[in-house]
């Protein structure tokens, strides 16, 4: 038994790291212009990473919120693929300088310890941090003055949550399977529609989907959301990786999910 036990983490554990690769090269092979930028906020130094499109005109901007293990290889291409696609992406590594002597996600020893380190934040320091990011974004000067969030997972429910703290200073939340606020209060507050994206096979969030829509429909707001049927959860990251099946339902997921985001951000 032990031995199975040994080799179920060892194959997990390369499944991680498999994960991570297909992403460092993404990245290290991008065209694009990538930088790092720092801020103060709730009194330490905030990393951002911000990724541009090739165009010739200013662009929407996209605030993005990483999952539950940080900003890590495959959140930052996310935000390099949203800007292959036209955006402007603003990626804060939310738990940078949160631990002392660590900086960065990338200088946590695992994931693990990223993942504990995101469960340890103070929700009103993470409130903070993404409106300091927030006014970040809009100060872009290539930015066309659209600004939405998009989270994943732990990153999907603060994009809904976010948006009862931001009022109108964005056009749109994007939940993928993330859950939404308890209390009508909270829904009440919001001033933007919410686009949520969640997999069918993944019901310990959607089984918060019915309250959110009663939420969001008594509160007057504009609650749009597809399940996409086969998809687990985090199948934006699990439908990236090049080898898997095209006839996957993480893949197909993830490319349908990437239209219907195109789409979103276009009309906004």
């Not at 949550?161 to 209060?185: K, M, Q």
Request: with cysteine.
């Amino acid at each position: 038994m032990k031995s199975i036990l040994l080799s179920l983490l060892a194959l997990l554990l390369t499944l991680e790291v498999s994960a991570q690769d297909y992403a460092t090269e993404q990245l290290e092979n991008s065209p694009r212009h990538h930088e790092w930028v720092t801020m103060e906020s709730s009194g330490r130094v905030l990393h951002t990473f911000v990724a541009y499109p090739e165009r010739s005109d200013n662009a929407p901007v996209v605030l993005v919120i990483h999952e539950n293990r940080g900003l890590n290889d495959w959140a930052r291409s996310f935000a390099d693929q949203l800007a292959a696609a036209g955006y402007i992406a603003v990626a804060p590594d939310l738990i940078s300088n949160t631990v002392e002597g660590i900086q960065k996600t990338s200088d946590f020893k695992s994931s693990d310890a990223a993942r504990e380190a995101i469960y340890a934040l103070d929700p009103d320091m993470v409130t903070t941090d993404l409106l300091n990011v927030l006014d970040y974004a809009r100060s872009i000067d290539a930015g066309d003055g659209t600004v939405a969030v998009a989270g994943f997972c732990w990153g999907g429910s603060q994009s809904f949550r976010f948006a009862t703290n931001a009022g109108d200073s964005i056009d749109a939340a994007l939940v993928f399977y993330g859950t939404g606020p308890e209390s009508l209060e909270d829904y009440q507050r919001i001033e933007v529609p919410v686009y949520g994206f969640y997999g069918g096979d993944d019901q310990r969030v959607n089984a918060t989907i019915e309250n959110s829509e009663m939420m969001m429909e008594e509160a007057g707001n504009t609650y749009d959301y597809k399940i996409y049927e086969g998809a687990g959860h985090a199948y934006m990251r699990r439908g990236d990786d090049p080898d898997a099946p095209k006839d996957d339902p993480n893949v197909i997921a993830r490319n349908q999910s990437w239209e219907r985001l195109k789409s979103i951000l276009n009309n906004l």
